[in-house]
């Protein structure tokens, strides 16, 4: 049993070093369209790593020339599929811009703005990329609204935006846990603004008027009447758009208070 585990063993040592070997010598040789036909060999077989050594190799021979082309597009596919996203963008990006009436270029700029949309981190991190995907989203439904990856890209958008949507709720919700009222109450103000479709409106609202209630609570009086006044006029508004809301059995009492408050101010 040993004996035919080594002689196993050797066999494949034999082959991995007969297979370095060979591949030494595509990379030494001169042959550049070999190179080529070598490079999409290992690309159709998966081996990305030594097609992206090839096709490296392969760039400046065949620079602007169909197989240049057909290089770049195949080098940012060996990056995404080797989940290498960035790297992958640069190259779907390099390609649209040198190659835009390609049968690929719309390809090629969607990916690129999918590969963003991957590397866009959760909500509670920096959203830069987030932002990037965002953009290069919106440029590729108005460059391609016929797209077949038209559907698909208006998801990613929307995906995309309901994650500033959530960072920025919970920014608010930071704020109130804080303490920090004027800073919470414009952080939702905003967030209504630059979300008018949000899903949390419901919630905002109820966190609204606690929030003013609160920092009517904490504030000189001479700005203690439009505070209560604001939230009251959150319930209101909260009542209206859902009167059947779970939140209004709980700011009944709240609003109760804001308006005996009212009643003793001057």
Do not use: W
């Amino acid at each position: 049993m040993l004996k035919n585990r080594l002689l196993i063993l050797v066999f494949l040592c034999t082959i991995v070093c007969t297979s370095c070997n060979q591949f030494t010598r595509i990379i030494k040789s001169t042959d550049s369209e070999m190179k080529y036909e070598m490079a999409k060999d290992f690309y159709d077989r998966h081996d990305y790593n030594r097609a992206l050594q090839l096709f490296d190799l392969l760039q400046a021979s065949f620079r602007n020339t169909p197989k240049g082309e057909d290089i770049t597009f195949l080098t940012a596919q060996c990056y995404y599929l080797q989940n290498d996203y960035d790297i992958a963008s640069y190259y779907y990006n390099k390609f649209v811009q040198t190659y835009p009436f390609s049968v690929d270029a719309e390809k090629a700029a969607f990916m690129d703005a999918y590969c963003s949309y991957l590397v866009s981190p959760v909500s509670s991190l920096d959203q830069t990329s987030t932002h990037k995907a965002i953009k290069q989203l919106k440029s590729f439904t108005e460059r391609y609204p016929e797209s077949d990856s038209l559907d698909r890209a208006k998801q990613l958008l929307e995906n995309l935006n309901d994650k500033l949507e959530e960072k920025d709720y919970n920014m608010c919700q930071l704020f109130y846990k804080m303490e920090s009222y004027n800073a919470a109450i414009t952080a939702f103000e905003n967030l209504l603004k630059n979300f008018p479709n949000t899903k949390h409106r419901e919630e905002i609202l109820y966190d609204m008027a606690k929030t003013y209630f609160d920092y009517a609570e904490n504030s000189i009086e001479s700005k203690q009447r439009e505070r209560y006044e604001a939230c009251i006029e959150r319930y209101n508004t909260l009542s209206y758009l859902y009167p059947e809301s779970k939140y209004l059995k709980q700011l009944e009492g709240i609003s109760e208070k804001a308006r005996k408050k009212l009643e003793n101010i001057q």
